[in-house]
Structures are given as structure tokens and as C-alpha cells.
């Protein structure tokens, strides 16, 4: 469903409806609802999807058949449903428009410093390009346009700016540099938009299983 639409459905429902519906839908669709939630609405519903763990069935009764299809088999033989999470607000906020973002998690912080810094380490930032490897780089360039790369790069932090000029052809990485330093002032708006954008492309590669992302959250193998 469209987002305004989702946001309508659910705009009258108490908070913790919406928690769970959200904690259902993919985390940039729940983004895109919750950029449309009332300002005094967003902060509550993210803090009751970071701290929601399991909902018994019972509790389900409330919503439509839409969210009663996911759980099959029925109340007799589903004990709980585990949904929603810390993990779960920090995927939602990484979609979320950079200025919203920065509100929410501030009001987050306020409400609860502790949690609010628990979802900030799980969230994926553009600076977190650098850890990834660089077959990861590589694969991830070959999906990005030259024109969101260089907007994108601008803000960038000098680790992330050398990580992707090494996993370019010297050529390409020659224009990169000279594209960036011709580019001129632009504004911070865009700069975030251009990262936002290849960061949803990152993240998409991921669930994917083309590239591993690394970041504060991100699982350590051994």
C-alpha cells in the first residue's frame, strides 16, 4: 500500500498499533509512514518499536486481516510473535529524511539517553562506508550514479572519500577527485539526499546478499 495511505489507516490507532504495524512493513515503506505521523506521534510509536519484543496473540485482535494473516495456525498454537526491536527502529530511522531523523532522535534521547544511544549505534551511517570491504565498494559503485557519488562525497569524511577513490581505476579516480574539487559549495540538503540514496541502494545489495555492511551494528564473525 502507498504510504499515505498506511498513515491514514493507521492515524487514529493507539501508538502501539502502530508500533506493530510498522514493525511489519520493510523499513524504508515504514519510513516513508512515519515522515507522515504527526510530529508528537513519531517519537512515541519509535520508542515503542525499539523497546517492543513480542505481542501475544490475543493482543492482535485489534487489527485487521491484513496483520491476522501473518500469524497462520491461529491462537491455539502460536505462543507469541517476536517483531520490532531496537534493530528494527534503527532500519526505519536509516530511511527516514535526514532533518526528521536528526528530531526524532534528539526527542529519542530525551525521552530515554540510554536507548536513544543503543538505536544511534545500530544505524547504518554514510561514514560506515568505510568499513565495508572492498569487493563490497566495488559492487556497490557499479549501482550508484556518477552525479549522486560526487553530491554524496562532498560531506564525506576523508576515510570514506579514500575508500572509494582506491576501489576505482586510477582514471576514474582522477576524475573523481578533479569532479569534486570543480564542484563547487552545494548545499547540505542535497548532500544528504545524494547519501540517503545511495545508502537505501547499499542496503538493498545487503538484504540481498550482494555486499555486507559494516558499521557499529553490524553482527562480528569469526
Do not use: C, W
Request: no cysteine.
Amino acid at each position: 500500500m502507498d504510504a499515505r495511505a498506511v498513515a491514514e489507516i493507521i492515524r487514529l490507532e493507539h501508538p502501539q498499533i502502530m508500533a506493530i504495524v510498522l514493525s511489519y512493513l520493510d523499513s524504508d515503506h515504514s519510513a516513508e509512514v512515519v515522515a507522515l505521523l504527526p510530529e508528537r506521534v513519531r517519537v512515541d510509536v519509535l520508542l515503542r518499536i525499539a523497546t517492543l519484543d513480542g505481542i501475544q496473540p490475543s493482543a492482535l485482535q485489534e487489527l485487521d486481516e491484513i496483520m491476522e494473516r501473518q500469524f497462520t495456525g491461529g491462537k491455539d498454537t502460536v505462543k507469541s510473535a517476536v517483531v520490532g526491536g531496537i534493530k528494527t527502529a534503527a532500519d526505519i530511522l536509516n530511511f527516514v529524511d535526514t532533518a526528521v531523523e536528526a528530531e526524532i532522535m534528539e526527542m529519542v534521547k530525551d525521552a530515554d539517553a540510554e536507548l536513544g544511544q543503543q538505536i544511534q549505534d545500530l544505524m547504518f551511517v554514510f561514514d560506515n562506508l568505510a568499513e565495508v570491504d572492498d569487493q563490497g565498494i566495488q559492487a556497490l559503485l557499479r549501482e550508484v550514479s556518477s552525479d549522486n557519488l560526487i553530491l554524496a562525497l562532498k560531506g564525506a569524511d576523508e576515510d570514506v572519500k579514500e575508500k572509494i577513490f582506491k576501489n576505482m581505476s586510477k582514471r576514474a579516480s582522477e576524475m573523481l577527485r578533479d569532479d569534486l574539487e570543480a564542484k563547487g559549495p552545494v548545499r547540505l540538503s542535497e548532500v544528504e539526499a545524494a547519501q540517503k540514496e545511495i545508502l537505501a541502494i547499499a542496503r538493498r545489495m545487503a538484504e540481498a546478499g550482494d555486499i555486507m555492511l559494516g558499521g557499529k551494528g553490524a553482527e562480528e564473525f569469526v
